[in-house]
């Protein structure tokens, strides 16, 4: 069993849907966590990074960590074809350790 | 902002040759990682670098090595390459001890073996 579980899609919505990506993990000792975005060829760009659990909100993306169900989400509101890309995930468990990603989420944005 | 700078960006190298890419993370930054990515594959963990001292080892194989220079630059040396060896490296940068803060990624060296 992989340390972290990502639907790997595709997703496709229409331009202006709300996106709801999301990743499942294992280990209960993960506290740092982070959403990346990478176009095809790209190095993967990082979105959102959040620390132990909580909400956090940048512009049209939003974050959410419940560490009591082991599962992250990223939001993307008004999503525009320029969001269309493949969506990590990755998480560690702090100093020592690898980051640990998903395998990526495929998403396309249709005008 | 100054990013993670990636060297070369294309390679292209026959079999059992040998390449070398470079890393410069961004400023301040004291963790080095690299992965690899292979097409549709999420990036796997080659090893990482804290403070110029190998810090962690992922799924290198024997034929790779690498170091962390007084600069904090970093270069990947693979050697007897083979097909498979063909992907996207990727060097990332952190502040602070590995597995800990913001993980930047560089653009990445795309290796073709023929």
């Known amino acids: 069993q992989k340390e972290v579980e990502q639907d790997p899609g595709p997703l496709s919505v229409p331009e202006g849907a709300i996106v709801s990506l999301n990743c499942t993990y294992s280990?209960?000792?993960?506290?740092?966590f982070m959403w990346y975005r990478q176009y095809s060829r790209k190095g993967p760009e990082l979105l959102m990074y959040?620390?132990?659990?909580g909400n956090k909100e940048d512009g049209r993306f939003t974050a959410q960590v419940d560490k009591s169900s082991k599962y992250i989400s990223l939001f993307i509101r008004d999503s525009q074809p320029s969001d269309s890309a493949t969506y990590l995930c990755?998480?560690?468990?702090?100093?020592?350790?690898?980051?640990?990603f998903g395998t990526g989420t495929s998403l396309t944005v249709i005008p | 902002a100054a990013g993670v700078i990636q060297s070369p960006r294309h390679l292209i190298k026959e079999k059992r040759e040998t390449a070398t890419l470079k890393c410069y993370p961004i400023?301040?930054?004291?963790?080095v990682y690299w992965y690899q990515q292979g097409p549709g594959q999420d990036p796997q963990f080659l090893i990482s670098?804290?403070?110029?001292?190998?810090?962690d080892k992922g799924s290198i194989p024997d034929r790779f090595s690498a170091q962390q220079f007084s600069d904090y630059h970093s270069e990947l040396n693979m050697s007897s390459l083979e097909l498979g060896d063909s992907a996207l490296y990727f060097c990332?940068?952190?502040?602070?001890?590995?597995?800990?803060?913001?993980?930047?990624f560089g653009e990445g060296s795309r290796l073709t073996v023929l």
């Open positions: 990755a998480m560690s468990g702090g100093t020592g350790n690898q980051f640990y």
């Open positions: 400023p301040r930054h004291d963790t």
């Open positions: 990332a940068s952190s502040l602070g001890p590995p597995g800990t803060g913001e993980l930047f």
């Open positions: 280990n209960s000792a993960f506290q740092y």
């Open positions: 670098f804290y403070e110029k001292m190998q810090s």
């Open positions: 959040t620390y132990s659990s």
